[in-house]
């Protein structure tokens, strides 16, 4: 059974800082794509940023320079660095990994609120 449990998620003053982690379990982890995407309230799905088993990244336009996605292969978890956020960073943040054959996993999601 595969798992995903992200954490990390908070309340932060804009300017602020935080790490979401995604802790994956049931797949063998090294080989996958992993992605992290936001949804805010009203909005569709919007890809963050993506690290590939070879360790390419790629990021949306409005992260770029602020968010960094990393992986560690070892503890099956993958990380989501996030520098300078802003309001419009609100939303709730999911790990996903895949996809392979047709098939992606998710996890449950993570709360990212950035207010003063």
């Known amino acids: 059974q595969v798992q995903l449990v992200e954490s990390g998620g908070g309340l932060v003053q804009p300017g602020g800082s935080l790490r979401l982690s995604c802790v994956v379990s049931?797949?063998?982890?090294?080989?996958?794509?992993i992605t992290w995407y936001r949804q805010a309230p009203g909005n569709q799905s919007e890809l963050v940023a993506t690290?590939?088993?070879?360790?390419?990244?790629i990021y949306v336009d409005s992260v770029k320079g602020r968010f960094t996605i990393s992986r560690d292969n070892a503890k099956n978890t993958g990380f989501l660095q996030m520098n300078n956020l802003k309001p419009e960073d609100t939303a709730v943040y999911y790990c996903?990994?895949?996809?392979?054959?047709?098939?992606?996993?998710r996890g449950k999601g993570t709360q990212v609120t950035v207010s003063s």
């Open positions: 996903y990994v895949g996809p392979r054959n047709g098939v992606s996993y």
């Open positions: 049931g797949i063998r982890f090294s080989t996958y794509d």
């Open positions: 690290i590939t088993s070879g360790d390419m990244t």
